[in-house]
């Protein structure tokens, strides 16, 4: 079945760039996404990409995807103490419209 | 757009007592999930509604656990009974089916069972 696995927490400081990793199994996948989970909140979703992409950016977050190893990376550039927050890859294959999430990584922004 | 609805916030029972989850989608979305967060599991997909039929409720855990979608605007998750096990968070989404996917989840409930 699919398994999605991220690191389980990151440190970096305010304005220094942040770099938080996912791999995958499932070589099926179409979709990818990033979701944030801040304190006592649902889930908001940041960015997607689709898996024939290589790259996609959204104003401070770039998203890179390397299809041939399933790794996918969610840049934070410029981090702020407000990007503070759990955040977790999902991915979606052709057979099933659930998500798959990862463990989530918890990341911590230090003034 | 309200986004998606969720009550109640928080629920505190004791074991063997029935819960109800409540959940209204985004108006138009025609797909409905629930979700279920620990943290030895993380989050898990228990059921999935499209055109307020269930299409995969391969993820509800047992027996306790029912779901209903009586219409295009509600849904909801019983636990009867309820176990402590069954504490968690419980979020609800919702997508319209367009290729993409893009769920948009609810605040959650937070369910504690005693």
């Known amino acids: 079945g699919e398994d999605v696995e991220q690191s389980l927490f990151l440190s970096v400081r305010e304005g220094d760039s942040s770099v938080i990793n996912c791999t995958y199994t499932d070589s099926s996948s179409t979709y990818l996404y990033w979701y944030k989970q801040e304190p006592g909140a649902g889930l908001q979703l940041l960015t997607y990409?689709?898996?024939?992409?290589d790259m996609k950016q959204d104003q401070r977050l770039t998203v890179l995807l390397n299809k041939k190893d399933k790794h996918l990376s969610l840049r934070i550039a410029d981090t702020q103490t407000g990007d503070s927050a759990i955040y977790f890859c999902a991915e979606r294959d052709t057979g099933r419209r659930a998500l798959t999430f990862g463990s989530g990584t918890r990341l911590q922004v230090q003034p | 757009d309200a986004g998606v609805i969720q009550s109640p916030r928080h629920e505190v029972t004791e074991m063997g007592q029935e819960v109800t989850l409540r959940c209204k989608p985004i108006s138009g979305h025609n797909s409905l999930f629930w979700y279920r967060q620990t943290m030895m599991r993380g989050l898990e997909l228990l059921i999935y509604?499209?055109?307020?039929?269930?299409?995969?409720d391969s993820g509800m855990p047992e027996d306790r656990f029912s779901a209903k979608m009586p219409n295009a605007s509600f849904s909801t998750l019983k636990i009867q009974p309820s176990e402590p096990r069954d504490s968690a968070v419980y979020f609800c989404?919702?997508?319209?089916?367009?290729?993409?996917?893009?769920?948009?989840f609810g605040p959650g409930t937070r369910l504690l069972v005693l």
């Open positions: 989404a919702s997508s319209l089916d367009r290729g993409r996917e893009t769920q948009y």
């Open positions: 509604f499209n055109n307020n039929v269930p299409i995969d």
């Open positions: 990409i689709f898996s024939n992409m």
